[in-house]
């Protein structure tokens, strides 16, 4: 085992989301940083791919990395160990939890809980975030939004001109389509923001150091267990040890739990901060299901999302419970979550030549219906024989299929206007969910609440029962929002970060 002689403000494990924003928040406030990565560096063709290949390889999945279902089947993950995480392949929406997001909520299967903060003690790291990733956006039009004080600094992309003719048809079935929030950096061959970018790269790079290709095996805690001491990281070969004054897990929904729980001692004998029994418990994953329009028009599959609608957010005209989001997906040949859940093509798509693809895409239209789920504590991430398992089961299951078929309902009433050329008027819309192997929109696993007999960290990220150790990801999220956890999570690390800064 090599010891490093180097001593850290903080080291940060994972560069996604949190872990990239916080590093370089806490850098440009004069803190030494650590950040130890479990990939390297993503090529700019892995990044931006836009063509069929996406649907050949197993492009976005981790060599040799196999999780165990519920049926004790092995999958591959959607994961993506580099710099930057999971932020190099997701859509780079970033959207705002609602106000009565934050407080509890009554959802057709139970209660959602609610969380130890509100919405208006983040709202300021909210804005910061959305300056920060440079998001494009235009406010006053979505009729769910939260309250701000100012519109976005940057104006929505324009989108592409066949979905004008949609939003308008939208519009006359009473919805309120918006363009989404999006993430953008204006660099031609880097388009989409992501944590490296505009959070690793925007620090003080005098007072970052990473460490790429590192693997946290575990951590080390003093002989009392009350804090943390060291981290163990494989690199290549050989076996290291990092020490800084505070330690921040960074590394997800499924491997944050595991690092935890793999870092037992006599202490904590169920693993790090794992007193209430709560770590890996929990796991929430937004429920996602695909659905296809076919268009008239050709479109050339590789464009970016764009419309969001929240009509349903909150129910419809014959329910009062939330049914969720409801966003388009970006081209199908650019969609890295289309492609991992094509809707009724799993097959066929690994069959049909790329001509066949191409013409495919050409001609289709995708929507994503995405609703929240309720914690359950035998939906889990946990350990046998150091092997990574996954329990889960998705709930609140009745509340997710109504707001399917009410869109579908909508599409069909689009169809049907004269008015609209872009779309045909098809007798079935093929749909399909969003298999286990997709993640990126896991939270849950180490919640956070002011009760450590229920929970995992307190209202800032800090271990409950460690002083030197914090959790900046999507796992300490107590509910699950239906829209997506990316700006939630950048705007948490903001926080963090200014309250580490001191």
Not at 53 to 69: M, N, Q
Not at 184 to 206: A, H, K, M, R, T
Not at 283 to 309: D, F, K, P, V
Not at 401 to 408: A, E, G, K, N, S
């Amino acid at each position: 085992m090599i010891i490093d002689d180097s001593s850290f403000d903080v080291i940060v494990i994972g560069s996604g989301a949190g872990g990239g924003t916080l590093a370089g928040a806490l850098s440009s406030k004069g803190k030494s940083v650590l950040v130890l990565e479990r990939g390297g560096p993503m090529s700019l063709d892995d990044q931006n791919v836009a063509d069929v290949d996406l649907f050949r390889k197993d492009r976005y999945h981790p060599k040799d990395e196999r999780w165990f279902g519920p049926d004790g089947d092995p999958f591959a993950p959607q994961i993506t160990y580099a710099l930057g995480g999971n932020t190099k392949i997701w859509g780079a929406v970033l959207e705002r939890m609602r106000e009565q997001d934050f407080e509890s909520v009554d959802l057709q299967g139970g209660v959602s809980p609610a969380w130890p903060i509100d919405y208006a003690e983040l709202a300021p790291f909210y804005a910061e975030a959305e300056r920060l990733y440079r998001v494009h956006g235009r406010s006053g039009i979505d009729p769910t939004e939260p309250s701000r004080t100012s519109d976005y600094a940057n104006p929505p992309r324009a989108i592409e001109p066949f979905l004008e003719p949609l939003r308008s048809a939208l519009k006359r079935q009473g919805c309120h389509p918006y363009d989404i929030p999006i993430s953008w950096s204006e660099d031609v061959d880097d388009p989409s923001g992501d944590s490296q970018l505009f959070g690793l790269e925007v620090g003080d790079s005098e007072r970052i150091t990473i460490r790429t290709d590192a693997k946290v095996l575990r951590l080390h805690v003093s002989p009392g267990g009350e804090s943390v001491r060291a981290v163990e990281a494989q690199l290549g070969r050989d076996v290291w040890l990092f020490k800084s004054d505070v330690v921040v897990l960074a590394a997800g929904a499924i491997n944050t739990p595991a690092i935890l729980m793999r870092s037992d001692t006599v202490h904590h004998p169920k693993g790090l901060s794992n007193g209430s029994d709560q770590v890996g418990r929990n796991l929430m994953n937004l429920q996602l299901t695909s659905i296809l329009q076919l268009a008239t028009e050709r479109n050339s599959g590789r464009y970016g999302r764009s419309l969001g609608i929240n009509d349903f957010y909150w129910g419809d005209k014959n329910v009062s419970f939330p049914l969720g989001h409801i966003q388009t997906a970006g081209g199908v040949l650019q969609d890295a979550l289309f492609a991992e859940s094509p809707p009724v093509l799993s097959l066929v798509t690994k069959m049909i030549p790329d001509f066949g693809l191409e013409r495919l895409a050409s001609r289709s239209v995708v929507w994503w219906a995405m609703s929240e789920v309720l914690p359950d504590p035998h939906n889990k991430v946990w350990l046998l024989n150091d092997q990574i398992r996954v329990n889960y089961i998705h709930n609140n299951r009745e509340a997710h299929d109504r707001l399917v078929y009410r869109w579908i309902d909508t599409l069909k009433a689009v169809e049907a206007d004269p008015v609209t050329k872009v779309v045909l008027n098809a007798p079935t819309h093929a749909r399909g969910e969003a298999p286990l192997s997709v993640v990126g929109f896991g939270c849950g696993t180490c919640r956070m609440g002011d009760d450590s007999a229920s929970s995992v960290v307190n209202a800032d990220g800090r271990c409950h029962e460690l002083d030197n150790l914090y959790i900046a990801d999507a796992s300490i999220f107590p509910s699950c929002p239906s829209v997506g956890p990316g700006l939630t999570i950048i705007a948490l690390a903001l926080r963090l970060a200014s309250k580490l800064a001191g």
